[in-house]
């Protein structure tokens, strides 16, 4: 007895689509079912445009195939769906008389865990680099300002001791950002913290501060202890929360919610157990244009906004050997903190 061909593509670990000349997809197996979180019934007939947003990418693929008249590779597509989401995926084109087989190979995991560690690596050299202007602006500075106030006490006109009083103040004004931008010199002091005594007291001050904000609890009480820098953290989420509220203009819902994540990637490598808490506002969202650098410093879309409260909340993050991200749209933005359990950290 031979097994049936259908039954055979069934059974492979490699998603398998096939288009006909039209780019209509004529068969397809389970796996690339599972991959597209879509049955038999809805891909069949499709034209591949309606299940891969970007589409154009592999229709130029499937060109090149064709003209080559042999297998062609794209590796490391990003590919979005609008039933599955985004998909990280190789992809093999072959074509066969009119038709083209398409196998897409995940390399979801691998691919984040290098670009998240591509990305921090970088962020750290942005930061010591800034450190180190910021380090270079505040030397001057403090001379700039003992002069003014020199100058001050020798000046006898009002009118010309208001001119030493602005530069003072500004000079004053540079130097406190200054200081937020080099942030705190101090390692983390560590010491068994429990997450939720460190979100209660941030969520009070918040409170206090935003009267009409009403923020939610959906708290996992059965979460271990950390070893953590409490008051850092506290930092950390009053950045985030603080954020939030001003983006709802002090008025809406913020929810922290805490879990364990189970297998996730952080700075670089697979953790088995993590430590989330996410805080989820109801605002406006975070603006396309500037939501890929957030976490940069001086990136502010805020009246007034020095643009330093993500980057001191992702430094003290990464202190911790965690990581901090966000997804938002119109209505709800949700920032990630990610924080390793089960072992030590290990804290430069
Ligand atoms: N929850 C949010 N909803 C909408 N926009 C947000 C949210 N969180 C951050 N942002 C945007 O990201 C920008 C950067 O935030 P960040 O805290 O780093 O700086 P800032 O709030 O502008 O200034 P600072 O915190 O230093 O006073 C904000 O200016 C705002 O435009
Ligand atoms: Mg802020």
Redesign the pocket.
């Known amino acids: 007895m031979t097994l049936p061909a259908h039954k055979v593509l069934d059974h492979l670990a490699t998603s398998i689509l096939a288009i006909n000349a039209d780019f209509v997809i004529t068969s397809v197996n389970s796996s690339a079912e599972h991959l597209l979180r879509l049955s038999k019934r809805h891909i069949i007939g499709r034209e591949l445009s309606e299940l891969l947003t970007n589409a154009s990418l592999l229709r130029d693929a499937v060109l090149t195939a064709k003209n080559r008249n042999a297998s062609h590779i794209e590796h490391e597509l990003q590919i979005d769906t609008p039933s599955a989401g985004t998909l990280y995926v190789n992809v093999t084109f072959t074509p066969i008389d009119t038709y083209t087989l398409l196998e897409f190979q995940p390399i979801d995991t691998q691919l984040r865990i290098n670009r998240e560690a591509n990305m921090r690596a970088q962020q750290q050299t942005n930061r010591e680099l800034l450190r180190n202007l910021a380090h270079e602006i505040k030397n001057p500075l403090g001379g700039l300002r003992g002069a003014a106030q020199l100058l001050m006490t020798e000046l006898e006109s009002t009118g010309l001791r208001e001119y030493t009083r602005v530069i003072i103040e500004e000079a004053d004004r540079l130097r406190s950002l200054m200081d937020?931008l080099l942030g705190p010199n101090r390692p983390p002091k560590l010491a068994p913290t429990n997450i939720h005594r460190v979100l209660e007291r941030a969520r009070s001050l918040i409170q206090a501060e935003f009267t009409a904000i009403s923020i939610r609890r959906d708290y996992d009480t059965s979460l271990p202890e950390i070893d953590a820098d409490a008051e850092r953290l506290i930092q950390v989420v009053l950045?985030?929360s603080?954020?939030?509220a001003?983006?709802m203009q002090g008025k809406g819902n913020i929810t922290f919610r805490t879990q364990i994540a189970r297998r996730v990637a952080i700075a670089g490598r697979q953790v088995k157990l993590a430590l989330q808490v996410d805080i989820i506002?109801t605002?406006?969202?975070?603006?396309p244009d500037?939501i890929n650098d957030?976490f940069y410093p001086l990136?502010?879309?805020?009246e007034g906004?020095?643009?330093?409260?993500?980057?001191i909340a992702q430094g003290g993050i990464h202190a911790h050997q965690g990581s901090i991200d966000v997804e938002?749209q119109p209505g709800r933005?949700i920032f990630t903190i990610l924080l390793p359990l089960n072992e030590s950290p290990n804290l430069s």
Not at 283 to 287: A, L, R, S, T, V
Not at 299 to 302: K, N
């Open positions: 937020r950045n985030i603080r954020n939030a001003q983006a506002d605002g406006p969202g975070i603006p500037i957030i990136v502010s879309h805020r906004g020095s643009g330093l409260g993500l980057t938002s933005t």
